[in-house]
């Protein structure tokens, strides 16, 4: 690659990667096709108001798509404008992060699924990881206590 930029670096860093979590205020797909390998895992954070949109939607096209809240994903997740502009069929939704956890639906059915996790944020799932996280952490007794509020 002849004068490699910064986006290039994080770009092939993001095609050799396990993992991708994106967490921009993007209005355009920063996250190209090409850009994603088979057997990756995409974390979609940033699209969280109509019409922003950090990915492809190639990639949502041929990967198996979950959400964490179906009506609110389809107006202001990373599924919202494909969605709306006709680029992505409603089917390419597979279903939800709960549904995946509860054991309902498969999350990947083979080493070369692209999965996406498009998450909105929910207060319900950070209260959960909250609760699990300060359980964990009491029974290990590890982390220090914090007064939020006075006695």
Known sequence: MKNPTKRDGWR????AADVVCTMTPSRTPVVR???VRPGAHIN???????GKQELDATILRRGRVFLDDDEQARES??????LHDGRLSSNAIVGTLGEVVAGIL???TSDTDITIFDSTGLAVQD???AALVYAR???QRVGEA???VAD
């Open 106 to 108: 498969p999350g990947r």
């Open 33 to 35: 096709d090409e850009d």
């Open 137 to 139: 952490a009491r029974s």
């Open 44 to 50: 979609a954070l940033g699209a969280d108001a109509p």
């Open 77 to 82: 997740g990373e599924v919202n404008v494909p």
């Open 146 to 148: 914090i007064a939020l």
């Open 12 to 15: 092939a860093t993001a095609a």
């Open 127 to 129: 209260l959960a990881v």
